[in-house]
């Protein structure tokens, strides 16, 4: 009731000003004593207005001002929640990367003991790898050189014995270029191979680690 009869009071106290006077005039809000049944200010505004209750000028602003305190406990209870939501989500961001960064550190410090039992596994360091065996030197035909000077040498003794050194020397060359490019090939391979299989099993090794710990390898 209090409430009620402050507003009542005031909005009849502003219909005294006159509009043409309205910033020169005090128009501060007055509160009326509690606790009183009949406060001196609400018995002469019932006095004068004794149809109050029925005013449509009074029950229009009475509408507008509750409207008004409507809009403004939603407006604050509206920021209050945005507020909280975007708290919330700042919080659950953070500790999102909070998160993120522990897996993170925990998969490097994971794969790096991987690797190092790999290492033990196999004696195998890709990082370390040692440099392949330094092939034999060859010609652009990939034979030894000299291969055919001395495959030469022999085919001619041979040609001499049977009465053709020149032929023989031709044979003897191209028999010798081949099986010197066939050695070379094959010792290439069989380094390119070793290689492999050095690689092949300190990667098998690995991912069987990282597996036994929850990882996926492909």
């Known amino acids: 009731m209090g409430f009620a009869r402050n507003f009542i009071i005031n909005f009849y106290r502003g219909t005294y000003v006159d509009p043409l006077h309205f910033d020169k005039v005090d128009t501060t809000p007055v509160a009326v004593p509690t606790g009183q049944r009949d406060p001196t200010e609400w018995t002469e505004v019932k006095a004068k207005h004794p149809d109050l209750w029925a005013d449509k000028h009074l029950l229009k602003a009475g509408e507008e001002y509750a409207a008004l305190i409507t809009a403004q406990e939603k407006a604050f209870t509206d920021a209050v929640r945005k507020t909280d939501e975007t708290s919330q989500k700042a919080q659950a961001q ?42 034999a030197p060859t010609t652009a035909t990939g034979t030894t050189p000299g291969a055919g000077a001395r495959g030469a040498a022999k085919g ?49 090794a690995r991912a069987a680690c990282l597996e036994g710990k929850g990882y996926t390898v492909k």
């Open 94 to 135: 953070q500790t999102q990367e909070v998160s993120r960064a522990r897996l993170e550190m925990k998969q490097k410090s994971d794969e790096a003991a991987c690797y190092s039992w790999a290492v033990q596994q196999t004696g195998f360091d890709p990082a370390k790898a040692p440099p392949p065996t330094a092939a």
């Open 156 to 204: 001619a003794v041979v040609g001499g014995i049977v009465g053709d050194a020149g032929t023989g020397a031709a044979v003897g060359a191209t028999a010798a270029r081949n099986q010197s490019r066939k050695q070379n090939n094959a010792q290439q391979q069989q380094q390119a191979g070793a290689s492999q299989q050095q690689q092949a099993a300190f990667a098998k």
